[in-house]
């Protein structure tokens, strides 16, 4: 398999602990998405009070963001509590990590998708005649003593810095979750109760030196395998998520993260949330930066939709399965998108 596969192999792969069957050089190019021929625009993006759901406004917050969730697939949170220093010294670290000399970064590349940690370049896809100018360092991170010695000590604020803003938003997430759980009518603690680990992807989009921006993506168009995925850009705008068809533009809003629906909270809502496709271009004049923070369950938690969610009206969408089972699944069916969940309908042979 040629290293251009590979990654692009790699670059669907946000979680370890998926089985070792290569994917076949036909298997990625026929799963690639077509895209829609659209304009990106602005437009108005949800955006949720997480403070707001600690007082008596809780119900109202909680309806509000299980409309977001099913009607975009994600949203905007302000007040979410992550202090500004915090923010300002994951982007100074991920920034310094990156115009580290090359030979620096690549040490921490490996072709290894269980690795703890591992670094992954841009790369130019012949076949689809696309370059992926995104470069990250993703990383197991939860707990973050078990972890934290694998991480970079260049620069030296790494370690601090990244276990700050990574325990600030596990709390986030785990907010989330009690109200997602609520908006779909279960226990509060329901989705926390599958929770395992957490990975997170610093990524960097250099500026783009290509005059053609068609061809020139940060990232392609995806959904992410997770339950949800919380986003921090910084001030560059990039972003852009499927919205009635079209391309929008999710430009960055001072002081929030954004927060998507993944492939497997799709799962668990039994299809009343749907995964959001997204992807990122770049920028020609300003580098940028984003922090990814996914969240997936632990290997035996069962991820299909719960019984109070089927009835007469809303027959099973997915069997039940387990998060193992799902992360085997995604690398005999390498796909960008929702495809990954296609052999647990309940239709499906
Ligand atoms: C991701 C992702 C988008 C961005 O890391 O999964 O979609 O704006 N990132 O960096
Ligand atoms: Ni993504």
Redesign the pocket.
């Known amino acids: 398999m040629s290293a251009t596969m590979l990654q692009v192999a790699e670059d669907l792969l946000?979680f370890p602990g998926a089985g070792h069957l290569p994917p076949t050089y036909k298997d990625l190019i026929s799963n690639l998405p077509t895209l829609p021929e659209a304009e990106a625009s602005d437009g108005s993006i949800p955006i949720i009070d997480l403070e707001a759901l600690h007082g008596p406004r809780r119900a109202e917050i909680v309806k509000q963001l299980g409309q977001a969730c099913q009607l975009q697939g994600f949203f905007a949170v302000k007040n979410h509590g992550i202090p500004r220093p915090t923010v300002d010294s994951i982007f100074d670290t991920t920034r310094e990590f990156f115009h580290q000399p090359k030979e620096e970064r690549m040490k921490f590349y490996t072709p290894d998708p269980n690795s703890d940690i591992r670094l992954m370049n841009a790369y130019k896809d012949e076949v689809a005649n696309v370059y992926v100018a995104r470069e990250s360092l993703k990383f197991h991170c939860h707990p973050v003593e078990k972890y934290v010695n694998k991480w970079p000590t260049n620069p030296p604020s790494f370690r601090k810095s990244a276990a700050e803003y990574l325990t600030n938003v596990r709390r986030v997430e785990i907010t989330l979750f009690g109200a997602i759980s609520e908006s779909l009518g279960l226990e509060t603690d329901y989705i926390e109760k599958k929770l395992g680990g957490h990975y997170v992807?610093l990524?960097y989009y250099g500026a783009c030196e290509q005059s053609n921006l068609e061809l020139t993506y940060?990232?392609r168009a995806?959904t992410?395998p997770t339950i949800i995925?919380i986003?921090l850009?910084d001030e560059v705008p990039?972003?852009q998520a499927l919205s009635e068809g079209k391309w929008m533009d999710v430009n960055p809003i001072p002081d929030t993260v954004v927060v998507h629906v993944g492939d497997l909270l799709q799962a668990i809502s039994n299809h009343r949330f749907k995964s959001l496709l997204?992807q990122?271009m770049v920028n020609c004049e300003k580098e940028r930066m984003?922090i990814?923070s996914y969240c997936y369950p632990s290997s035996d938690a069962m991820i299909g939709p719960p019984e109070k969610l089927i009835d007469s009206d809303h027959p099973a969408v997915y069997k039940d399965f387990t998060f193992k089972e799902f992360s085997e699944q995604m690398w005999k069916v390498i796909a960008f998108d929702d495809a990954r969940l296609n052999s647990f309908k309940c239709s499906a042979a």
């Open positions: 946000v992807s990524n940060g990232v995806h992410d995925t986003l850009q990039g972003l997204h990122a984003s990814a």
